[in-house]
């Protein structure tokens, strides 16, 4: 950490963070859990659903795009019916990156992706919403 510039990688998550933010906003169906970040906070990623569709990183993945999600480390007494939110967000939230290394073009790739995804996809209503 000595090496780096602690303040540019925030500044540039922020950055990242709010460019998808915007573009992805514009989608329909597409929903962000935090629209807004407050001052300061620093993103490891932005996580989003689709609504209507689960296990969308598997789909982004199959396009290249990195994605994230929690389905490959749910625990196995939390199936069934007992935690409708926790099974909800197992299968529904995923993540994109918004690391500093990232270029405008990669933003824009992953953007166009989850356009077509979104697009290409038949939408059905979620068994349960959080909100």
């Known amino acids: 950490m000595a090496h780096t510039d602690m303040e540019a ?13 915007d573009a992805l906003h514009e989608i ?10 407050p001052a300061g906070v620093c993103p490891w990623t932005l996580p989003l659903t689709f609504e209507g569709l689960s296990y969308v990183h598997k789909l ?40 500093q290394n990232l270029e405008p073009h990669h933003l824009d790739e992953m953007v166009s992706v989850i356009k077509n995804v979104r697009h290409s996809t038949r939408s059905r209503p979620l068994a349960r919403n959080l909100g």
């Open 9 to 21: 990688v925030v500044e540039r998550r922020r950055d990242n963070y709010f460019k998808l933010a």
């Open 28 to 37: 329909s169906g597409v929903e962000m859990l935090f629209p807004k970040l």
């Open 60 to 99: 982004l993945r199959e396009r290249g795009i990195p994605a994230v999600a929690w389905d490959a480390v749910r625990p196995q007494e939390l199936g069934g019916a007992q935690f409708h939110d926790a099974d909800f967000l197992y299968e529904n939230l995923f993540f994109l990156p918004v690391h």
